[in-house]
C-alpha cells in the first residue's frame, strides 16, 4: 500500500486558504493536533497525513481517516481528495468507488487540480461513475490549464488518438511538451519519440535524443533502448555535447 501512501501525500497539497496556523505552526505534531482538535481544517488534514505516514497499523489508519473526514466534512479539498484515495483504493476503509468519486467531483469543483486528474481518471475508466471520455477530457482539460504535468500528459494521448475530444497531433504535442519541461518522464519518453518521428513536430533527432536521455535517467531501458535508435543517425560530437549538457541537468535537480 507503500504506493497509494505517496499519491496520498500527492494529493494533499495543501489549499490557500485562510487559516488561524502559520507555518511555523507545523512543526510540532502535538501543536498540530491541538490545532485539529479546535477544528482548523488544515490541520486536520495534516495530522490525518501524519497517521497514514506512521506505522501504517489498522488504530493509524483508522485516525488517519477520522480526521481527514472532519476536514472533508468542512470543505476542505485537500482532505476530501485524500479520502477519495482511501474509499477508491480500500486502505483503511471499505473500497467504495461511488463515494470516492463522488469526494474527488467535490474537490474537483473547488479547483484541486490533482483531483480533477483523479475525476479524470475515474471518468476514462469507468470507475464509481458510467464511463465518460468527453468527461474525462474536461476535467483534464481543466487540471491541465493550471498546469498539472500527469494532466498535461492525459490531454496529450486524448488528443493524439482522438479520444473524447477531436484528434489534434500538432495540440497533442503541445500539451506534452509542457508536461516535459515540468519533468514528468513519460511526457518527456513521448517528446522524445515524436521528434524521432516529426510526430506533430517537426523531425529533429538531436532533440529527440536530448528528450529520451532525460526520460532515461527515470524511466530507465525502455528509453535507453529508444536512445540507441536515435544515436545511431547522431555523430560523436554531437552525443557527447547533449550529454555533456545532462550534467548540468542532473545538478540543477
Given at each position: ?13 495543501m489549499?490557500?486558504?485562510?487559516s ?7 512543526d ?14 488544515q ?11 506512521g ?10 481517516a ?73 476535467w ?49 519518453f ?14 529533429d ?15 530507465g ?33
Amino acid at each position: 500500500m507503500k504506493k497509494w501512501r505517496h499519491l496520498l501525500v500527492v494529493l494533499g497539497v495543501m489549499l490557500a486558504c485562510a487559516s488561524a496556523l502559520g507555518d511555523d505552526d507545523f512543526d510540532d505534531e502535538m501543536q498540530v493536533r491541538r490545532w485539529a482538535l479546535l477544528g482548523d481544517t488544515q490541520a486536520q488534514n495534516m495530522l490525518g497525513l501524519l497517521y497514514l505516514e506512521g506505522e501504517g497499523s489498522v488504530e493509524n489508519i483508522q485516525e488517519a481517516a477520522y480526521w481527514l473526514e472532519q476536514a472533508a466534512d468542512q470543505g476542505h479539498a485537500g482532505a476530501q481528495a485524500n479520502l477519495g484515495v482511501m474509499y477508491l483504493t480500500g486502505e483503511g476503509e471499505e473500497a467504495d468507488e461511488r463515494h470516492a468519486f463522488s469526494l474527488f467531483r467535490r474537490a474537483a469543483m473547488q479547483g484541486l487540480t490533482s483531483a480533477q486528474v483523479a475525476l479524470g481518471y475515474m471518468y476514462e475508466n469507468g470507475k464509481g461513475v458510467d464511463t465518460n471520455v468527453e468527461e474525462a477530457v474536461f476535467w483534464y482539460q481543466q487540471a491541465a490549464q493550471q498546469g498539472n504535468a500527469s494532466a498535461q500528459h492525459h490531454l496529450a494521448l486524448a488528443l493524439q488518438e482522438g479520444e473524447g475530444v477531436e484528434k489534434n497531433i500538432p495540440l497533442a504535442a503541445h500539451w506534452q511538451a509542457l508536461a516535459a519541461e515540468q519533468g514528468l518522464s513519460t511526457a518527456q519518453f513521448q517528446m522524445g519519440l515524436r521528434y524521432l518521428h516529426g510526430d506533430g513536430v517537426e523531425r529533429d533527432l538531436i532533440t529527440g535524443y536530448t528528450y529520451l536521455l532525460k526520460a532515461s535517467m527515470k524511466v530507465g531501458s525502455m528509453a535507453l533502448d529508444s536512445r540507441e535508435l536515435v544515436s545511431s543517425d547522431l555523430t560523436v560530437e554531437q552525443i557527447s555535447e547533449i550529454r555533456d549538457d545532462s550534467r548540468y541537468w542532473k545538478v540543477r535537480s
